[in-house]
């Protein structure tokens, strides 16, 4: 079990040092409800993905319940994660990290991916995403994954 936090561990952390160099972002299209291509010519880490939706850097599990019975403490504001694979494509999963105030402007979910038009934004991430185009790719790799 400790070997497991540890892998854990060095794989927020890399992601998170990625996340240092994310100020610039990556273009993307939306069409229709989603982003067809992916923000990186990488295919996300379903591993990375998952570690980083049980960091509080991300916040997921505040508000978002989901299969992780090793969390203890798990939000009910906002969807369970279980079985996100069948209710959104990888194309809708991707939006919905990047700018999830496109589904909904009074959401409380951060736009993940967006730098610009935010609200009540810390000091460290005035003017960056907070998350880097490979962690959007990780945890929608991941949020794939979750099927019923």
Same mark, same amino acid.
């Given at each position: 079990?400790?070997?497991?936090?540890?892998?854990?561990?060095?794989?927020?952390?890399?992601?998170?040092?990625?996340? *240092?160099?994310?100020?610039?972002? *990556?273009?993307?299209?939306?069409?229709?409800?989603?982003?067809?291509?992916?923000?990186?010519?990488?295919?996300?880490?379903?591993?990375?993905?998952?570690?980083?939706?049980?960091?509080?850097?991300?916040?997921?599990?505040?508000?978002?319940?989901?299969?992780?019975?090793?969390?203890?403490?798990?939000?009910?504001?906002?969807?369970?994660?279980?079985?996100?694979?069948?209710?959104?494509?990888?194309?809708?999963?991707?939006?919905?990290?990047?700018?999830?105030?496109?589904?909904?402007?009074?959401?409380?979910?951060?736009?993940?991916?967006?730098?610009?038009?935010?609200?009540?934004?810390?000091?460290?991430?005035?003017?960056?995403?907070?998350?880097?185009?490979?962690?959007?790719?990780?945890?929608?790799?991941?949020?794939?994954?979750?099927?019923?």
């Amino acid at each position: 079990m400790a070997s497991a936090s540890v892998h854990i561990a060095a794989l927020i952390a890399a992601s998170l040092a990625c996340a *240092a160099n994310a100020d610039e972002l *990556a273009p993307y299209k939306i069409t229709g409800d989603g982003i067809a291509e992916p923000l990186t010519a990488t295919p996300g880490d379903a591993a990375r993905g998952r570690a980083l939706v049980l960091t509080r850097t991300t916040t997921c599990i505040l508000c978002h319940s989901g299969p992780f019975p090793e969390t203890r403490f798990q939000g009910d504001l906002a969807p369970d994660l279980t079985g996100a694979g069948n209710r959104w494509s990888v194309s809708q999963l991707r939006l919905r990290l990047v700018d999830a105030a496109r589904f909904n402007p009074e959401t409380i979910m951060p736009s993940y991916y967006r730098n610009d038009g935010l609200v009540r934004v810390g000091r460290n991430f005035a003017g960056k995403p907070i998350l880097s185009a490979a962690e959007i790719e990780d945890i929608v790799a991941f949020l794939a994954t979750l099927r019923d």
